[in-house]
């Protein structure tokens, strides 16, 4: 994978063209995302859990499935285990169709690490329509 | 329409209610200032990345903001953390969603879904709009408690 545009506050918002269309993007959702669901009686994922964080440029943080196969790595456990209850999963030609771009982003602590920039508020609420549990927790609706 | 200051100094602007103070003790403040404590103490990291506790101005914010607009008889919100320090409170019933993001002090995304229709609004200083929609999701849940009855 090439390594993303950055600048001394990290790695500029981009498209990485190394990022298929039908690459998963999987998101760690914690327990701190669950709430209660008046309408199913049950647990969802609040919509928080597909926010751009307000640090640096932004950018809600994801894992890049393909990266982590290749490592030869189960990405249901490298995503969920031991302290991340739960993960979902996108396409990125499904997250790119709401006008967002998918940029790679590696740490020392993980280098399959990518980043995605919703561009407008309203991609958040369509990203938890479209969000497929991965590793599901019990009783709780994506 | 009062401007309030609140106790950091932040200008809170709300309605006028008559009757009302804001000191009443509502049964929403202490699972708030609860969950609120707890979510200033959250690990770096929490998230499963790089996402840090909530800021404590935002923590403080979001209090006073509540004091200024959450009708006392409004059930305890749910409030969820954000990567950057932010915060969202939320209510949801079984016709209505009103969301609160927490960007920062007097930098709120205000969101209410209800009989189909969406609303979104970037508030800094006035927040009339989320005293009126909180009132009157405190009056909807009412009616049903008044109905189960």
């Known amino acids: 994978m090439q390594p993303p545009p950055s600048d001394d506050k990290g790695v500029l918002p981009h498209d990485h063209p190394g990022i298929v269309a039908d690459d998963l993007v999987i998101r760690r959702i914690s327990e701190q995302f669950i709430v209660n669901d008046p309408r199913s009686g049950g647990r969802r994922i609040s919509s928080m859990a597909y926010r751009e964080s307000?640090?640096?440029?932004?950018?809600?943080?994801?894992?890049?499935?393909?990266?982590?196969?290749?490592?030869?790595?189960?990405?249901?456990?490298?995503?969920?285990?031991?302290?991340?209850i739960g993960s979902v999963y996108f396409e990125a030609g499904q997250i790119r169709s709401l006008g967002c771009r998918i940029g790679y982003d590696p740490s020392p602590d993980n280098p399959y690490?990518?980043?995605?920039?919703?561009?407008?508020?309203?991609?958040?609420?369509?990203?938890?329509?479209?969000?497929v549990w991965?590793?599901?927790?019990?009783?709780v609706s994506p | 329409?009062?401007?309030?200051?609140?106790?950091?100094?932040?200008?809170?602007?709300?309605?006028?209610?008559?009757?009302?103070t804001h000191d009443a003790a509502g049964t929403w403040r202490e699972p708030v200032r609860s969950r609120l404590a707890e979510l200033v103490r959250l690990p770096v990291g929490w998230d499963g990345y790089t996402g840090v506790p909530v800021k404590a101005e935002n923590a403080r914010f979001a209090m006073d903001l509540l004091s200024v607009?959450?009708?006392?008889?409004?059930?305890?919100?749910?409030?969820?953390?954000?990567?950057?320090?932010?915060?969202?409170?939320?209510?949801?019933?079984?016709?209505?969603?009103?969301?609160?993001?927490?960007?920062?002090?007097?930098?709120?995304?205000?969101?209410?879904?209800?009989?189909?229709?969406?609303?979104?609004?970037?508030?800094?200083?006035?927040?009339?709009?989320?005293?009126?929609?909180?009132?009157?999701?405190?009056?909807?849940?009412?009616?049903?408690?008044?109905?189960?009855?």
């Open chain 1, 54 to 84: 307000s640090t640096g440029h932004g950018g809600m943080s994801v894992d890049l499935e393909r990266l982590i196969l290749e490592a030869g790595i189960d990405p249901r456990v490298f995503a969920t285990t031991p302290r991340w």
């Open chain 1, 113 to 131: 690490h990518g980043e995605v920039w919703l561009g407008a508020s309203k991609a958040s609420r369509s990203l938890q329509l479209a969000a």
């Open chain 1, 134 to 139: 991965s590793v599901p927790i019990p009783e």
């Open chain 2, 1 to 20: 329409m009062t401007t309030m200051q609140s106790s950091d100094g932040l200008a809170l602007r709300i309605e006028n209610k008559p009757g009302r």
């Open chain 2, 69 to 149: 607009t959450c009708p006392d008889a409004m059930p305890a919100p749910e409030i969820v953390p954000g990567p950057g320090g932010d915060l969202q409170v939320e209510w949801h019933n079984e016709t209505v969603d009103i969301e609160l993001h927490v960007r920062g002090p007097n930098d709120v995304s205000a969101w209410r879904a209800r009989e189909g229709k969406e609303e979104e609004l970037r508030l800094t200083d006035d927040f009339a709009v989320v005293s009126l929609w909180l009132r009157h999701f405190a009056s909807a849940e009412g009616e049903i408690a008044a109905a189960a009855e």
